[in-house]
C-alpha cells in the first residue's frame, strides 16, 4: 500500500449514469501539434469506423507526436463533439495525471493546474492488441 496521499475520490453516481459512457480502443494513425494551441495534440484516430474520427488532446507538453503513433489508446466516443481553437474534437483520449513530488523547500503553485514540470501525465493503453473500436468496460 502507498503511503502517499490519494487524490480524493468524486462522489459516487448510479451504474446508469457510467453506462452512458462508451469508452473504446483506438489506434493512433497520426499526430501532429495543434496549429493554434501550445498545449494541445491534434491526433487521427482508427476507431473502428470507416472515416476514423480526430481528437485534440492537452498532452502536448508529456508525448512527441510520433511517439504516439501506433499505439492503441482507449477514447470517450460519445463525447460531444466541440471545436478547440479552429480544429474538431470527437472525443477524449484517457490519461492518468501522478503529481510529482516538490522539490525541497519548494512551494505550490497556487491554484493553477499544475504543468510538465509538476506532473506526469501517462495515457492509457491497452496491455495487449485488440481490434479498433472494441469495447472497454
Known amino acids: 500500500m502507498s503511503t502517499e496521499t490519494a487524490t480524493p475520490a468524486l462522489p459516487n ?3 446508469e449514469d457510467f ?6 480502443v483506438a489506434t493512433v494513425l497520426a499526430a501532429e501539434p495543434h496549429p493554434n494551441a501550445d498545449k494541445l495534440l491534434k491526433i487521427r484516430l482508427d476507431d473502428g469506423t470507416p ?6 488532446a492537452g498532452i502536448r507538453a508529456w508525448y512527441d507526436p510520433a511517439t504516439l503513433v501506433g499505439k492503441q489508446v482507449i477514447i470517450v466516443a460519445n463525447l460531444e463533439p466541440r471545436q478547440l ?9 484517457l490519461a492518468a495525471s501522478d503529481l510529482k513530488p516538490l ?14 514540470d509538476e506532473r506526469d501525465v501517462v495515457v492509457l493503453t491497452v496491455g495487449k492488441p ?6 472497454v468496460s
Open 13 to 15: 453516481i448510479k451504474f
Open 19 to 24: 453506462a452512458k459512457l462508451d469508452l473504446r
Open 51 to 56: 472515416e476514423g474520427r480526430q481528437v485534440c
Open 85 to 93: 481553437r479552429g480544429e474538431v474534437s470527437q472525443g477524449m483520449i
Open 103 to 116: 522539490a525541497e523547500g519548494a512551494a505550490p503553485s497556487g491554484e493553477a493546474k499544475p504543468g510538465a
Open 130 to 135: 485488440v481490434k479498433a473500436g472494441s469495447r
